[in-house]
Each structure stands twice: as C-alpha cells, then as structure tokens.
C-alpha cells in the first residue's frame, strides 16, 4: 500500500480493496520502523490518526466520503494543530501545544484525511538543509550521508521514504521546492495569498506560502485543491475561486511556450544537474511545447534582497517570543531585560539568531533606507522581470536548485554558501508568482529537479505541464532502495 | 558595511537578545559577510523606483470592527509557563 500515490489510494478506499485504518496502522509501522534513520518526523500522533482513520472509515460507509477521505498526511510542524504539540523546529517551542487549528489543518481535516504526524524542518523554516532544527538533522533517502534541503526537510524525505503519500510545506524563499528537488518528489509554492497563512507560524509575511508535497502532479493537484481558498482570517488571503485543478492536468502541451531564463543556466549551476534538466526541456518539446530563451536581468539581485527582505520581516515577527505567554521561559530572570533576552537566546538557534540581528540592523535608525526600502525596489524590479516574460511565455522553466543534495555538516557552517542553495527559487517568492518542482533525473544516487514557474494563479498550468512530464517519463516512480 | 563586536552588542540589545561574549565575534564575521552580500544591490539604481511590499501590490484588506470569537482564555492560557485566576504570572522582576 506505502507505494501506491493519492490518486491510487483514493481509489483503493473507495473500491473497499483497504480501509483507511489498515492503510494508517501500515504507514504508522513503516514510520516507526524508518524514521529513526530518517529523522522525519518530530511528533507522531499514532493515537489520533487511527481515531480519525476509524471516523474516515464510517464517513465512507455513510456515503460522504471526498476523494481524500482517509488518505494519511504529514504535517509540517509549522502548522498549529489543537492539542498536538507545534514546535517549528524550535527550542523556543518545544513545549508549545496549539489551542487551534491553522487554516490548512481544519480544511485537510473536512477534507477527510488522517494527519500522521508533525515533520521535521529547520528551525522556524530558516534554513536550506533541515540542519537547523533544534530536534536535529533530516536524513535524504536517497543517500543517508546528504541532507534533503530545506526548510520542509521532513516532510520531503517523508514522503520520498514512503512514510506519507502526501505531505504539507512552506515556502519562504525555496522551501518546498528545494527540498522536492533534493528528495526527488514533486511540491508546489501556490501564488502568494492562494493558501491561507492563518495558523502557520509566521517567518516572512510578506512571502511566506503553503503548499503540498507528494510524488505526482495529479496528487499535488488533489491536495491543493483542497487546501487553497479564500480565508478571512489572513489579511492577504485572496478572495478568488479554486479552480479543479485535476480537471486541466490532461491538456495537451501543444503550442504552449516555455521560456528558459539565460541567467539560470550560467555559472553557478552544476554540469552535470544542467545535462539533465536540459534533457528534460528535450522531453517537453518531444511533448509539443515550444521552447525559447529569455532574459530576467535582475536575478542576480535577488538573494541579496531576499536577505534584507526576510530577516527585515522575521526580526518583528519573532519579538512575539518574549519569554512571557508561552514558549521558552528562562530561569530566575534577575530583571525585565535579562527575561527577555535570555529567553530569547535559549529558545533560538545560531540561524535564527543571525536572521533576527540582519533584520533588527536593517530596520534599525538610518539603516532603513539603505538596506529595506531598496530592497523593496529590487523586489519591484525582479517582479516586471517576470511580468516581461509571461508576456511572451506561458512557464517558465530551469533547474530547481544549482546542486544536487549536498552532504551533512557541508555547508552548515558558511551561512553565505548555504544561502545560495535557493538562488532559481528565492526570486519566485519576492514576485509573489507559483512554482512548482519535478523530479526528471539523478546525478549518480542524487535526484535532480526542474522548476516550473508561472504567472500569478497560473497553478493549473504548471501542475498540467508537471503531469503531462510524469505521463512520458517514470522519474517520479523511482524509489530509494532502502525504502521501496 | 563590516560590523565589529561593539556593534554586534548594540543590534543583539536592540533584537533582545543575549549573545555570549565568545559567541561575538563569529556573530561579527557572518553579520559582515551576509551585509557584504546584500550590498550587491548597490549596483542598480533604483530612484523613482516605487517599493513592493506585497508581492500582489494588493492593500490589506480590512474587516469590520465586530467580535468574532468566542472567549478561550482557559484554553490559550494552558500553554502559558504560568497562570493564576486568569492572569499570566511572570516573576516578580516585572513591574
């Protein structure tokens, strides 16, 4: 059953071939035989996911099952699930039990699924390796001596292990793609306010996105359409109708114009990753779309944007943690200050620290200027950047990440190096724009993935040009050996 | 820019947080490398560039000022380090 994708499992449950129970009970096995290797999940909630896997089964039985009824799912522990503990990879946190659902978790519940567990991730979703996390590093399944990126390290390396068919992220400058790309599975960053953010703990408001990871298009497309939608609760939620995005996956690639951004296949980017994403452009026009060569001149600038941007935004966001309504509190504080400044270097790591003291400086008086609002006018620019070329094109494609994954412990003492693990993702985020990433190759054991970009709302697009890939090639079957 | 310990010191009072003295200066050294990296921007001009905040150029939208939600005080304040009648209890260091 740990093989089958949503779409097959959906199937299977409705066909009465399994329950939901029995899937449950054996994913829950397979986790708790796997994960000590893995490091995936932080929390397993065994008892719950059989109590909601039993409530799925009578649901199915009354004749109101959905299409995800019963199907399991990881969440990223970035979510708030009431009563279950919320960690965000935090020592800050680590104690933290949410009194609510976030938005994502309540609508994947009505949809019928069976949460599994909470997935690892660095720490407050800074990082691009997953060795950030205070519960310590995610392993890749691919190859247990690299990392699987980050910052939804876990819940990537869940699914790659065939621990969950499908699993939650968020994406603030790479972090559902880079880690699909590394782990060899497919996710999707929706356009910014697609998803509601609503009990998703906040990193970089004004780029911070959920999505789904899973092995297929078509199931990426399943979990969207139910997670995606207007929220009232989250100030940049947009109020525009979810499309079915099963129902366009099957369009033909005729004709369909995709643009190659020079700027993305130039230095930087490995040899041999470029030898397999430029295979994979060869499959697309085998598929009929047409390939041409743009230009987004800006990209270069936008790691050194995205690093005023996020930390700028994540330096206020994170003086919530204060040491006084919940999260880590420190001993014997001898006054006001000495509370909140140890409580604060306690519960936070190194990444998050060095993140919250570029932010703090670059908010800081007569800094502003300089650092913040000229940031916000690159990020204008890498936006008309891309408004020029959907102009001419309908997706945008190029390797997901320059590298394949990297091994543990490389890159996670030179900050600089690690950052520019995100640089074809982070310019995505600062437009606002959905991206998608595919599995098309390897380099030796590694996975290598393909980015797929669109215009605003265009995710239909990108998750139809994903499957009509995954419908020529068998990249997206492959399995890891040690977990087959 | 490049930043020295002193300045270090000052950023981490302003963040609220205590960073050990050893800890500094690598603080110091990173702090300066990611400044030296975003400073790449410098490059570009950018006068009579209008900022991005949102990535939609979308204005927040607003709701009406009306109570929503029920009372849980009890249910959020079981998370808190301390509770007592209702109320959060710090040490007595807080005025």
């Given at each position: 059953?740990?093989?089958?994708?949503?779409?097959?499992?959906?199937?299977?449950?409705?066909?009465?071939?399994?329950?939901?129970?029995?899937?449950?009970?054996?994913?829950?096995?397979?986790?708790?035989?796997?994960?000590?290797?893995?490091?995936?999940?932080?929390?397993?909630?065994?008892?719950?996911?059989?109590?909601?896997?039993?409530?799925?089964?009578?649901?199915?039985?009354?004749?109101?099952?959905?299409?995800?009824?019963?199907?399991?799912?990881?969440?990223?522990?970035?979510?708030?699930?009431?009563?279950?503990?919320?960690?965000?990879?935090?020592?800050?946190?680590?104690?933290?039990?949410?009194?609510?659902?976030?938005?994502?978790?309540?609508?994947?519940?009505?949809?019928?699924?069976?949460?599994?567990?909470?997935?690892?991730?660095?720490?407050?979703?800074?990082?691009?390796?997953?060795?950030?996390?205070?519960?310590?590093?995610?392993?890749?399944?691919?190859?247990?001596?690299?990392?699987?990126?980050?910052?939804?390290?876990?819940?990537?390396?869940?699914?790659?292990?065939?621990?969950?068919?499908?699993?939650?992220?968020?994406?603030?400058?790479?972090?559902?793609?880079?880690?699909?790309?590394?782990?060899?599975?497919?996710?999707?960053?929706?356009?910014?306010?697609?998803?509601?953010?609503?009990?998703?703990?906040?990193?970089?408001?004004?780029?911070?996105?959920?999505?789904?990871?899973?092995?297929?298009?078509?199931?990426?497309?399943?979990?969207?359409?139910?997670?995606?939608?207007?929220?009232?609760?989250?100030?940049?939620?947009?109020?525009?109708?979810?499309?079915?995005?099963?129902?366009?996956?099957?369009?033909?690639?005729?004709?369909?114009?995709?643009?190659?951004?020079?700027?993305?296949?130039?230095?930087?980017?490995?040899?041999?990753?470029?030898?397999?994403?430029?295979?994979?452009?060869?499959?697309?026009?085998?598929?009929?779309?047409?390939?041409?060569?743009?230009?987004?001149?800006?990209?270069?600038?936008?790691?050194?944007?995205?690093?005023?941007?996020?930390?700028?935004?994540?330096?206020?966001?994170?003086?919530?943690?204060?040491?006084?309504?919940?999260?880590?509190?420190?001993?014997?504080?001898?006054?006001?200050?000495?509370?909140?400044?140890?409580?604060?270097?306690?519960?936070?790591?190194?990444?998050?620290?060095?993140?919250?003291?570029?932010?703090?400086?670059?908010?800081?008086?007569?800094?502003?200027?300089?650092?913040?609002?000229?940031?916000?006018?690159?990020?204008?620019?890498?936006?008309?950047?891309?408004?020029?070329?959907?102009?001419?094109?309908?997706?945008?494609?190029?390797?997901?990440?320059?590298?394949?994954?990297?091994?543990?412990?490389?890159?996670?003492?030179?900050?600089?190096?690690?950052?520019?693990?995100?640089?074809?993702?982070?310019?995505?985020?600062?437009?606002?724009?959905?991206?998608?990433?595919?599995?098309?190759?390897?380099?030796?054991?590694?996975?290598?993935?393909?980015?797929?970009?669109?215009?605003?709302?265009?995710?239909?697009?990108?998750?139809?040009?994903?499957?009509?890939?995954?419908?020529?090639?068998?990249?997206?079957?492959?399995?890891?050996?040690?977990?087959? | 820019?490049?930043?020295?310990?002193?300045?270090?010191?000052?950023?981490?009072h302003l963040a609220r947080l205590a960073i050990r003295e050893q800890d500094v200066p690598a603080y110091a050294r990173n702090l300066s490398a990611i400044l030296e990296l975003v400073e790449q921007m410098n490059a570009v001009d950018t006068s009579g560039v209008a900022p991005l905040a949102n990535p939609l150029d979308m204005a927040q939208r607003l709701r009406a000022d009306e109570v929503t939600e029920t009372d849980q005080r009890a249910h959020f304040q079981a998370i808190a380090p301390r509770v007592e009648a209702g109320l959060y209890l710090v040490p007595k260091v807080i005025e």
């Amino acid at each position: 059953m740990h093989d089958k994708t949503i779409a097959q499992l959906s199937a299977g449950l409705a066909a009465g071939e399994f329950s939901s129970e029995e899937l449950t009970r054996a994913l829950l096995e397979r986790i708790e035989q796997f994960n000590p290797s893995l490091n995936a999940f932080i929390t397993v909630t065994d008892e719950a996911a059989l109590s909601q896997a039993r409530a799925a089964d009578q649901r199915r039985r009354q004749g109101q099952a959905e299409p995800l009824t019963g199907v399991p799912i990881a969440q990223k522990d970035i979510f708030c699930t009431d009563g279950v503990r919320t960690s965000c990879g935090s020592r800050m946190l680590d104690r933290f039990i949410a009194p609510y659902n976030a938005t994502v978790v309540d609508k994947l519940n009505a949809a019928g699924m069976v949460m599994l567990g909470k997935t690892n991730m660095d720490e407050f979703a800074m990082g691009s390796s997953n060795e950030t996390s205070f519960y310590g590093p995610v392993r890749n399944p691919w190859d247990l001596d690299a990392v699987p990126g980050g910052s939804s390290g876990g819940s990537a390396a869940a699914v790659a292990a065939r621990l969950a068919p499908g699993a939650t992220g968020t994406d603030t400058g790479g972090s559902i793609r880079q880690p699909a790309a590394l782990c060899g599975i497919t996710g999707i960053k929706p356009t910014y306010g697609r998803v509601s953010r609503w009990g998703m703990i906040a990193y970089a408001s004004s780029l911070d996105q959920g999505g789904p990871f899973a092995r297929t298009a078509e199931d990426c497309a399943l979990l969207l359409g139910a997670m995606a939608g207007f929220d009232p609760r989250d100030s940049t939620s947009v109020n525009q109708p979810v499309p079915d995005y099963v129902a366009a996956l099957d369009q033909p690639l005729t004709g369909v114009k995709i643009g190659l951004p020079k700027e993305y296949f130039g230095d930087g980017l490995d040899g041999s990753v470029a030898h397999v994403v430029e295979a994979a452009i060869t499959e697309y026009q085998a598929l009929g779309a047409q390939i041409v060569e743009v230009s987004l001149p800006n990209s270069r600038l936008a790691i050194p944007a995205y690093y005023v941007i996020a930390p700028a935004e994540c330096s206020s966001n994170l003086a919530r943690f204060d040491g006084v309504r919940y999260g880590h509190r420190c001993d014997q504080p001898k006054d006001l200050l000495d509370l909140y400044t140890r409580s604060r270097a306690e519960g936070f790591g190194a990444e998050v620290t060095r993140r919250i003291l570029v932010g703090t400086f670059a908010l800081s008086a007569g800094y502003y200027d300089a650092y913040y609002l000229k940031a916000q006018q690159i990020r204008r620019l890498i936006s008309e950047d891309f408004q020029r070329v959907f102009a001419q094109v309908d997706v945008i494609a190029g390797p997901t990440s320059p590298t394949v994954a990297f091994n543990l412990g490389e890159k996670v003492d030179d900050p600089i190096t690690m950052y520019l693990s995100d640089i074809y993702t982070i310019a995505v985020n600062l437009a606002g724009l959905p991206g998608l990433s595919l599995p098309v190759g390897f380099v030796g054991q590694r996975p290598v993935g393909l980015q797929l970009i669109g215009n605003y709302f265009a995710e239909e697009r990108l998750l139809n040009a994903a499957h009509r890939y995954q419908q020529a090639t068998d990249w997206h079957r492959r399995t890891p050996t040690a977990f087959a | 820019m490049s930043l020295g310990p002193a300045e270090v010191g000052k950023i981490a009072h302003l963040a609220r947080l205590a960073i050990r003295e050893q800890d500094v200066p690598a603080y110091a050294r990173n702090l300066s490398a990611i400044l030296e990296l975003v400073e790449q921007m410098n490059a570009v001009d950018t006068s009579g560039v209008a900022p991005l905040a949102n990535p939609l150029d979308m204005a927040q939208r607003l709701r009406a000022d009306e109570v929503t939600e029920t009372d849980q005080r009890a249910h959020f304040q079981a998370i808190a380090p301390r509770v007592e009648a209702g109320l959060y209890l710090v040490p007595k260091v807080i005025e």
